[in-house]
């Protein structure tokens, strides 16, 4: 049986075309939508959890309570403002350059060493 994935859903309607991929082929996923970003009609009737930007830790949790294995991030997420990061509790946060928001290496190294389901890149997901 193919596991089960895990769908990072930012905006637009790229997590739909994952979610409709999945279903063609009858692969077991759940949507993990981000607050803000994700389109409640794109993700409609899929299973699902909501969470905020800087929620990350407890997405992941989330997703492995219910079984994912693989995860797939898709989706354009707008890039937060250094007063939204840090109220979202985004950890690392570094400076705005040339119109990029720059997040430390560490934050994002010690959410990605974490163990836990493994990142896919969009183009093999189902």
Do not use: Y
């Not at 309607?13 to 082929?25: H, K, M, N, S």
């Not at 949790?61 to 937060?80: T, W």
């Amino acid at each position: 049986m193919t596991s089960k994935l895990g769908i990072v859903a930012g905006g637009g309607e790229f997590p739909g075309l994952v979610i409709a991929a999945c279903r063609a082929q009858n692969r077991p996923f759940h949507v993990l939508a981000l607050s803000g970003h994700a389109d409640p009609a794109v993700i409609g009737d899929a299973p699902a959890d909501w969470i905020r930007l800087g929620e990350a830790g407890t997405g992941f949790k989330l997703l492995k309570q219910v079984g994912v294995e693989e995860v797939v991030m898709i989706g354009p997420v707008r890039r937060p403002t250094l007063r939204e990061a840090a109220a979202a509790g985004l950890r690392g946060v570094a400076v705005e350059a040339g119109g990029a928001l720059v997040l430390g290496r560490a934050a994002v190294a010690a959410e990605a060493d974490r163990p836990g389901p493994s990142v896919l890149g969009v183009e093999p997901p189902c």
